[in-house]
């Protein structure tokens, strides 16, 4: 043990002492600095970012992972994008899609070719234009219209209610119509088996996941070893879902008559396939997968989060309604045209989503060849943990950056300051930034406007309002309760002026 430390720590000075390395702590021989993340490795690493600078790196199990932090993020997945495009070849990353996943994949030729179809596609189907705007703006409004109703039955039958099943299932539903043309009942337990198990999926491919830098602990039994056997359960039962939709599909398929995303990729990705003479291959699923999949987690913690922190500002709650109110009338629900009258709730977007950061590391990435940063040297196939949660809390960036304040991103004239909401950073940057940032941010607006214009959201006043969370890729708060009332009728909830897409049917 002796020999092993003292080999250990004169390794570490050795290092401290070469400049070409980023600096880092000290690091346990075989778990590393594993036991220092703590329940918030990004707030670890911001800690580490005042000893050692923005660029630093630690050692987990056996694993090297350099950590950028502040202004070197841009440096890295903007000026030299390509070289820190890749990603690790984790464990679990080889479970997700049956290792298929061009989100979790290495950066090939490929995973280029996968990407560009999946980003036209997500597109065509929501902000490629406005027909295609319309068209999604009626499914977020009718399912939002749905879940809002649903709200106010449960407040109903329980005063409170804890929403985060409902967030689920409806986020979920959004993207299934988008994605195959079917909502689902939020009795379903098959749907809801499928989408309800977000947590166990993130909590184990965030940046830190333990099993992925051991992958020594699961060959004996141990509580990773368990995590990480739910985990690849429930990653095959989620690609079997989506698998059965692409069989479905392909049999009543008419490529003149495009009905839903899973038809775009059956097009496109076959046409591919047999332009480059690829072998007879299921490659729609794993794409359809990925869209559906990063879109109902990470959407359904942002309205979370939303939720939350309606109820525990209930003055902001209050300015919402106030901006909505004066520029849509009681006569029908806000709409995406709107958007531009509504700087107020977009500000409020902004803010959550920079002041939760609620993605606080993006998935991990990979260095592709040699390379330096910041004057560091960075050699091929090292970890690189990429921190979004320190730009977004820089003080040199942002005025009190623990505190809450839409107000920060409005101008003067109480415009929507557009160089302010640009230096959020919660889709990531470069080659790998997330391709459905513009239908999320539709969707949150659309949802957001809609209940100000439409509900009251309170909190039991038995429990305060905390704003605690559990780490993993999205952080998601503690389980709260609400209380849903409407602020006047249920006329527009229940007339719904917004029908979904004829190609859309609801499977009871
Ligand atoms: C509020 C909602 C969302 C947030 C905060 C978010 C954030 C992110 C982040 C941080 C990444 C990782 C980027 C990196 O590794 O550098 C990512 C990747 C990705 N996101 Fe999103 N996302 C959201 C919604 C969506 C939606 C709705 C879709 C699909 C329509 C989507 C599809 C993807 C895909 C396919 C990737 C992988 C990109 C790649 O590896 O090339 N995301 N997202």
């Known amino acids: ?280 291959k299921d490659y729609v699923s794993s794409t359809v997968g990925d869209v559906f999949g990063a879109s109902q987690d990470t959407l359904s913690t942002a309205l979370q989060w939303i939720i939350l922190i309606l109820v525990k500002y209930p003055e902001i709650q209050v300015r919402l309604q106030q901006e909505v109110d004066k520029v849509v009338d009681r006569s029908r629900v806000p709409a995406i045209e709107d958007q531009q009258q509504l700087p107020y709730v977009m500000a409020f977007i902004y803010e959550v989503m920079r002041f939760t950061s609620f993605v606080p590391l993006t998935i991990p990435h990979s260095t592709t060849t040699d390379t330096s940063i910041m004057g560091y040297t960075v050699p091929k196939n090292t970890v690189i943990f990429i921190n979004q949660w320190s730009v977004n809390h820089d003080p040199s960036n942002w005025s009190q950056p623990d505190i809450f304040d839409p107000e920060r991103f409005l101008d003067q004239s109480g415009m929507l300051n557009k160089d302010l909401t640009g230096n959020v950073l919660l889709f990531s940057l470069g080659k790998r930034r997330c391709i459905g940032e513009e239908l999320s941010k539709m969707e949150l607006f659309l949802l957001t406007a809609l209940i100000a214009h439409q509900c009251n959201i309170t909190a039991d006043p038995a429990v305060p309002v905390k704003l605690g969370y559990n780490y993993g890729l999205t952080l998601k708060p503690h389980a709260f309760s609400v209380a849903v009332s409407v602020r006047d009728d249920m006329k527009l909830l229940e007339v719904d002026t917004s029908q979904p897409s004829s190609d859309s049917q609801t499977k009871e």
């Open 1 to 280: 043990m002796t020999l092993l430390v003292s080999l250990h720590l004169f390794r570490w000075l050795c290092r401290q002492r070469s400049h070409s390395c980023p600096p880092g702590p000290l690091a346990w021989p075989v778990i590393g600095n594993a036991p220092q993340l703590g329940n918030a490795p990004h707030l670890y690493f911001t800690r580490l970012v005042k000893k050692y600078g923005n660029v630093f790196q630690i050692k987990l199990g056996s694993r090297t992972v350099v950590v950028l932090n502040g202004g070197s993020i841009k440096q890295a997945l903007v000026k030299q994008g390509s070289d820190f495009s890749g990603r690790p070849d984790f464990t679990s990353f080889q479970y997700i899609s049956n290792g298929e996943s061009m989100a979790f994949g290495n950066s090939t030729d490929w995973w280029k070719v996968y990407r560009k179809v999946a980003q036209s596609t997500v597109r065509m189907f929501s902000t490629g234009n406005p027909q295609t705007k319309k068209t999604f703006e009626n499914h977020v409004l009718s399912e939002g219209k749905e879940l809002l109703r649903l709200f106010l039955r449960k407040t109903k039958e329980d005063k409170y209610f804890q929403p985060l099943t409902y967030l689920v299932v409806s986020t979920a539903n959004i993207m299934s119509a988008v994605c195959f043309g079917k909502r689902y009942s939020y009795e379903d337990e098959e749907f809801q088996q499928v989408v309800g198990r977000n947590d166990q999926f993130t909590k184990t491919v965030g940046a830190g996941s333990i099993v992925d830098v051991m992958p020594w602990l699961q060959y004996f039994p141990n509580p990773i070893k368990t995590i990480f056997e739910n985990f690849k359960k429930l990653n095959l039962e989620f690609s079997a879902f989506v698998r059965d939709k692409v069989v479905e599909h392909r049999k009543t398929i008419d490529s003149s008559t495009i009905r839903d995303m899973t038809d775009a990729f059956i097009v496109a990705l076959d046409q591919i396939r047999d332009k480059m003479g690829l072998p007879e």
